[in-house]
């Protein structure tokens, strides 16, 4: 369901206000690497907060720019599934329009950033007491937050000394074994709750989805951390 939200919004975003009057037959390599310019050089959006300035591809640092490449290939990937689609139901006559959209290339680095224990405690004392446990599920199993928004109770300890994590996008599921303090702790979120619960929520009372961000963001300020810091670090 995520990956569907975020798909329909990079297309409302990106996709229909550049390309959405052109068509398909039409499309040219020419256009393909105007739209691919467009995109690297559009700042990213964040929620309903205004859109900041159109930034030169020359002017970005390496960061900013790996960020900016991995969406455009979101993009070309969604792209490329709807032509390819409108080719295969005689929509267009050629496969010609399909077969020109090409990822970019681009450095996935992984991060090097790592907390200590120290600074793994005070990260949670900073956060707010509902994320506070969801940063202490990830710590204990590594999960990621996704995974860990979608654990339900009947996933925790029935069949073995962990939790079990339901496949998840391109993911297969897996079983996370834990320490004994990271059981104890899993566990204690399940007093009460029914098998198909969801153990993580927030205080609200709704399921955890990408509002963690801006909390956890605001956490890691207050801890002195490095702003890059994500989640899943």
């Not at 975003?13 to 256009?31: N, W």
């Not at 996704?146 to 073995?160: I, M, N, P, Q, Y």
Request: glycine share 6%.
């Amino acid at each position: 369901e995520r990956y569907f939200d975020t798909s329909l919004s990079l297309i409302n975003h990106h996709i229909i206000p550049r390309l959405g009057d052109e068509l398909v037959c039409e499309f040219t390599s020419r256009d393909f690497t105007a739209f691919c310019v467009d995109v690297l050089e559009s700042p990213p959006v964040r929620g309903r907060q205004p859109l900041k300035e159109r930034v030169s591809i020359a002017s970005l640092d390496h960061e900013r720019l790996r960020k900016r490449k991995k969406t455009l290939n979101t993009l070309v990937s969604i792209l490329r599934t709807a032509f390819r689609m409108a080719w295969e139901n005689g929509e267009i006559e050629s496969d010609r329009t399909w077969r020109l959209l090409r990822r970019i290339p681009h450095a996935d680095v992984p991060r090097h950033y790592f907390l200590t224990r120290k600074q793994a405690k005070l990260l949670v004392r900073k956060s707010r007491p509902d994320l506070a446990k969801l940063v202490l599920a990830a710590l204990y199993s590594g999960c990621r937050v996704s995974e860990l928004a979608t654990l339900k109770v009947r996933d925790v300890g029935c069949h073995f000394y962990g939790i079990y994590v339901s496949p998840l996008k391109s993911y297969r599921g897996r079983y996370v074994f834990l320490p004994d303090e990271g059981m104890s702790f899993f566990l204690d979120q399940c007093e009460g709750k029914q098998e198909e619960d969801y153990v993580f929520r927030m205080q609200s009372g709704k399921n955890w989805t990408g509002c963690h961000k801006h909390l956890f963001k605001q956490a890691v300020r207050d801890c002195g951390l490095p702003e890059r810091f994500v989640f899943h670090g």
